[in-house]
């Protein structure tokens, strides 16, 4: 490709709403509504299974599988990147305010089901603080910052502070 080519593609032209040319958003308003759709179908299910056969009694184990809503899987869902849909979220409203419905469904899921005893809870640790700006904070004295260790002369030899 010569560089006089390579600069027109370079330069693109901006339409009225300052978006360079090119390929039409995949954004539709529908979207808005296939998040309900999403979270519809994001539900745990509760699987038992027979665990050991014995003489006079058997064992069934009950587990849960976890569907926790996700803003990955929505991209998914809906065939495109992840970073698409937060492109649409800085350009629609309405389409921010259906994410942030994703990312409230999981928050108090796992917020709830930790503390019911169901989610593993480093895993649900992890996500809050990943993904919803919990921390786990042991700093009760500096306000994050460091702190200044200052020695007096009582470290120092007698000859130095001027006693004898």
């Known amino acids: 490709m010569t560089q006089n080519v390579r600069s027109k593609i370079m330069e693109t032209k901006k339409t009225k709403t300052g978006r360079p040319e090119g390929r ?4 539709d308003p529908v979207f808005v509504d296939k998040v309900e759709e999403y979270l519809a179908m994001c539900n745990d299910v509760e699987d038992e299974f027979h665990k050991t056969r014995g003489d006079r009694s058997d064992t069934f184990e009950r587990t849960l599988k976890v569907h926790l809503p996700k803003i990955e899987e929505f991209a998914i869902f809906l065939k495109v990147h992840k970073d698409t849909l937060a492109e ?15 990312k409230m469904e999981q928050h108090n899921r796992l ?3 930790s503390l019911a005893g169901n989610y593993n809870p480093v895993i ?16 009760m004295t500096s306000n994050d910052e460091s702190i200044k260790i200052v020695f007096d002369n009582a470290f120092t030899r007698k000859t130095e502070r001027g006693s004898k």
């Open 88 to 102: 649409w979220a800085k350009e629609h409203v309405e389409f921010s305010a259906a994410l942030n419905k994703i």
């Open 24 to 27: 039409p958003t995949k954004y």
């Open 111 to 113: 917020v709830d089901e």
């Open 124 to 139: 649900a640790k992890l996500m809050l603080s990943s993904n919803h700006g919990y921390r786990e904070k042991s700093d």
